[in-house]
């Protein structure tokens, strides 16, 4: 998955506000102890990372 995709699921599912936030601040430990920009900065797989996000905040199965 491309970033540009990734990003634009997150506004989609948090709005485009609260997805910069959210991806800054909401640490889960599925990713390490690490928030979503620090995954991907990291060398996470975008897909990867969309996929914990669905899995922790419950996006549902038709929006992933």
Do not use: N, Q
Request: glycine content about 8%; charged content about 30%; hydrophobic content about 45%.
């Amino acid at each position: 998955m491309r970033l540009t995709i990734f990003w634009e699921r997150m506004a989609e599912h948090f709005g485009p506000a609260y997805a910069d936030s959210f991806a800054r601040d909401h640490v889960m430990a599925e990713l390490g102890g690490r928030t979503v920009h620090e995954a991907l900065a990291d060398g996470w797989d975008a897909k990867d990372v969309w996929r914990v996000v669905c899995e922790v905040m419950g996006v549902p199965a038709e929006r992933r």
